[in-house]
């Protein structure tokens, strides 16, 4: 990690840039990929399925028993550790679900919203070394909530802790169907894998570029997506091994992960650095957390207001705020995915099982986009009745502003309607 | 408008298929001028405006007088049609404010959420024939409400309708820039427009490539545009003057507007498309009116249940009920961005004033996408605060999944803070 002593304002740009990504190149790549399982359906996905993941596969749908039973399977501890991550992150996106009451506007003018779930949705769960089953969870449970009609699964992966997850959230349509041409099947749909609307889920550059390339054919995506990121603020009183433990969660992810360390106390960051080396040798992926962590940065600045600058400017995925008044700096912060306050909240948590959603903006998307929450799974339908007695006080503000505009037609659905 | 008479469901996609948009063409004329905005700035504005727009421009910011003032070059009718629209829209977004309670998902592990609104956003107003100063008050309104800190507006016209609604939501930058280049400005930010994270409004096809480009680019947009369209469902009492008026005002928008009608009573039809063609020789944009009707359907279906089914695969952007039980049907309706109940609900009153937004998904957006609300303008932050105590609550339960996903710093984090 490079140390940046009290940049100037117009350094930030510089020292807070994030990895460029080389879409282009991908996309190349992806686009062909995209169109014939478009074209071709199912006969591209086998094709497929044996090139990049060496599976010869015949039915790509996992049998509903598969899904139902895979929690026999799940060692007590785990299984018991996602029952406890379901209850929590249910809690948090139910409590989301708000009814609306009917707006009177003007007497006789009634307007209100409604939220329906989006019929049709579509998660993707990489495979690759690990079984990302917190991300079903994540996925799953706010589609559930929803009242998604229709939640289609894909992945890789076989695991059966990403099949009981799933299960937990009354997932029944599972394919394991990798990488892009997964997102393909979902956004266009095959015999097998049924269309959705909108697709959700992490994954790499190549899933990523397909996600991206189906959302320009009409298929709405959860966000732009980029390499994880975390920034922890630290001052003089925080831990140097809680902050370094943090730092390495976040540079574990991939050699493309971003870590930024900012604090008002010098020792503080030296302490922390030689915390980190001291943790990473103890590390499986030490190799992956050292490279994130050659392009990292820890920053020491004069003064919290300014921290509160540099974070804002950054709008990091994940901030985690070791300081004495967490509150107080929270309050502060309008650019980020999701704030972790205090000493004891490690972003560990908000992945797995706190509650909040680990689905977040990345690449400086924070200062535009939401995580994902309940919303992202349901639209808001407004709407609107009007009276007899409304259309008399409303009807005449209508026609003005209708024929300003020159929309005489506008004004003539209203006219014909007084003169009646 | 031709008649189809009891489509079987296989014929409905078909029937209901909207005009092909041919984007590829456009963008190639588009990404230009995107990068020539993005490496030129304020020169290439000067250029554009010159080459499109004919006019010689030297200071494109709008003097504040000019904003402040322009409600007294207003005709005192359309001035307080103006205000009452504002205070409807305004009441309606305003309810879509709402505070979050901290939630404790387990023993001292607290969660929340709050809204920030998005620092800084553009709206993007077109010039053309009529000024769309009701679209000001759309997007205006909920970035007021929200609290976006800089609200940019560009547009080429400069009819004081545009400034007074501007006025009305407390925006000051207001730019005399068109068309794609304006579309650049405000995605990469010139001398002297700035830059903003998120772009709302309408526009020509130029516009809407714009904004799809800038996306890639990273800034956020709205939602995809398509041609604005209405569906009408009506029964055998309704009333064909009122229907006609409400297709006849969709179909003036422009040649590529959709307007379908659905109805269980072939009567109800035939006397409809006799009142289109009588009250279409009345409008001064008959001849754009009438290509729209050209391509327009009206589909006769054996009962509501069919008709429901009909409307929810078509996902109108506007959906009007003129049916004995309007609110009956509307809970059936799952797909469309706005819904307007009863024989006296015109499309033109949410157009205009009745409070609801009218920027809505078009083009089967609405199966997954939601119109522009106060949600539009901000971000959902999640916040979380572990205690001492909460650790020891879900710290074991983060220890089991991270090591089950084979994240071993993850599980440090979490590790350290209970061995502590």
Known sequence: MNIFEFPSKDQYADILKRPTLAFDEIEQKVRPIILEVKNKGDEALRKYALEFDNILIDNFRVDLPEIQNAGELLDAELKNAIDQAFENIYTFHKAQQITESVLETM????????????????????????????????????????????????????????????????????????GSQAIAAMAFGTDTVPKVYK????????????????????????????????????????????????LLSQAEHGPDSQVILVADDLAIIKSTLIEVKKQLENLPRKEIAKLALENSKAILVENMEI??????????????????????????????????????????????????????????????????????????????????????????????????????????????????
């Open 107 to 178: 007497p006789g003018v009634k307007c209100w919203r409604k939220s329906v779930g989006i019929e049709k949705v579509g998660i993707y769960i990489p495979g690759g070394s690990a079984p990302l089953f917190s991300t079903v969870l994540m996925l799953g449970i706010p589609a559930f909530i929803a009242g998604c009609k229709q939640v289609v699964l894909c992945s890789p992966s076989n695991h059966p802790a990403i099949y009981y997850a799933a299960h937990k959230c009354g997932i029944i349509d599972v394919f394991r169907v990798g």
């Open 307 to 420: 921290a509160v600058d540099i974070l804002n400017e950054y709008a990091a995925e994940h901030l985690i705020l070791q300081v004495e008044n967490p509150e107080d700096i929270a309050e502060k912060i309008i650019n980020a995915g999701s704030i972790f306050l205090g000493d004891y909240t490690p972003e560990s948590c908000g992945d797995y099982a706190s509650g909040t959603n680990h689905t977040l903006p990345t690449n400086g998307y924070a200062k535009a986009y939401s995580g994902v929450s309940l919303d992202s799974f349901v639209k808001k339908i407004t709407l609107q009745q009007i009276s007899k007695e409304g259309i008399k006080n409303l009807g005449p503000i209508v026609e003005i502003m209708a024929e300003a505009e020159q929309l005489f037609a506008h004004k003539n659905a209203v006219t014909v309607r007084l003169e009646s």
């Open 199 to 246: 697709i959700f889920g992490p994954g790499n550059q190549y899933v990523t570029s397909a996600k991206q390339l189906v959302n320009q054919f009409g298929t709405a995506i959860d966000m732009p997506a980029g390499p994880s990121e975390v920034a922890v603020l630290a001052d003089y009183r925080a831990n140097p091994a809680f902050i370094a433990s943090d």
